[in-house]
């Protein structure tokens, strides 16, 4: 009986203890961190997210997340439906988790931070270059096999898997060509047009190496042929007017 009654106090004082001591946050980046933005106008793709967890990992529900842009400019608002936030402030839900969404206002790198009483912040890092956004139609070009040419000529597709072998695009629009990225990076490829539309303008990427890709806009409607001057093989892009 004694012993049971030494047992009792102890597990009661045990849970005395871890009820009345102060919580102690930890807070983590939860999803979102270093997207890319092509302009100004678009909210990221990925809101920002945060969890917020106690000593234990256990979330913590109802916590008021303060968000701050640190760097660069952009515009933050409650995710999912967009509205204007208060004080810049979000509560997490009982998972623990808060978001926001984030619309950049300035091109270059963004930092959006994230914080709470009695936790390290963390930071989002963003960066907004309408240069990086990729082009509308990647062809990718290469050899089913290697590079060694001969009987293996380079072959052309949309896509993956490599199943639509119709290329076109809409006139004015970037093109990619991308040479393939299955194959080691000593394999070169030339893509060099042999026929284009009238008023068109020729395009030549001068050598490139497995994964890298050359890009060109086809400035007239028609069908535009070329060739992979190293490897041989031949596609036609058709070129379509705006609809």
């Known amino acids: 009986m004694v012993f049971i009654l030494l047992l009792f106090l ?26 890319v933005a092509f302009d100004t106008i678009a909210r990221l793709r990925v809101p920002l997210a945060v969890r917020a967890v106690d000593a234990d990992g256990r979330p913590l529900p109802a916590i008021r997340i303060q968000w701050r842009v640190i760097a660069g400019s952009g515009e933050l608002t409650a995710y999912p439906f967009g509205e204007r936030l208060i004080d810049n402030t979000t509560t997490t839900g009982s998972d623990g988790v808060a978001a926001v969404s984030f619309r950049s206002r ?7 931070s994230a914080s709470v009483t009695g936790a390290a912040p963390v930071e989002f890092h963003t960066v907004t270059d309408p240069a990086l956004e990729p ?8 050899p089913f096999f290697d590079c060694t040419g001969g009987a293996d000529p380079t072959r052309y597709w949309v896509g993956t898997p490599a199943v639509d072998t119709v290329l076109s695009a809409v006139v004015g629009t970037r093109v990619g060509i991308r040479y393939a990225d299955y194959l080691l990076y000593a394999c070169t490829a030339r893509f060099k047009s042999t026929s284009v539309p009238a008023g068109g303008t020729p395009f030549d990427s001068g050598v490139i190496h497995a994964g890298d890709m050359f890009e060109f806009k086809p ?5 535009w042929t070329f060739t992979d001057a190293i490897n041989g093989g031949s596609g036609t892009l058709i070129v379509r007017p705006p609809s």
């Open 10 to 35: 102890l597990v009661g004082c045990h849970d005395a203890t871890r009820i009345g001591s102060p919580i102690q946050p930890r807070l983590s980046i939860y999803g979102g961190n270093n997207q």
């Open 106 to 112: 300035s091109l270059g790198s963004g930092i959006v």
């Open 135 to 142: 082009p509308a139609v990647i062809i990718t070009g290469g």
């Open 219 to 223: 400035d007239a409607v028609g069908n």
